[in-house]
């Protein structure tokens, strides 16, 4: 089991962050379902975000992932109001109780 922790903050009303946590094989091919957290509820205060999933066979990476949404149902967000986004201690780690960081394959 491996679980993809971050704390995200955004000011944009209609803006919603949210992870994703996701394996690949040796090729790097994406196997299993991605695992997603809840989104972030945009009350101007830090919200810690975790996705937490059984890595399925044959996995060799993990990747996890920060998604941003606008609510509003535009395809991107109004540049002329622009959005701020905050990350603060992503950590992808074996789900045992342990905090260490897995070996990350950076670029990958």
Known sequence: DYTLSLWASDDYDNGRIRTALKFYDADKNAIGSTEY???????G????????ATAPEGTVYARGAVRM????GDALFDPAVGA?????????????GTTE????????
């Open 84 to 96: 701020d986004v905050y990350i603060d201690e992503w950590n992808l780690s074996e789900a045992t």
């Open 37 to 43: 957290s809840s989104y972030t509820d945009n009350e």
């Open 69 to 72: 949404y606008d609510v509003a």
């Open 101 to 108: 960081p897995v070996e990350a394959d950076p670029g990958n």
């Open 45 to 52: 205060a830090w919200t810690e975000l975790t996705a937490t």
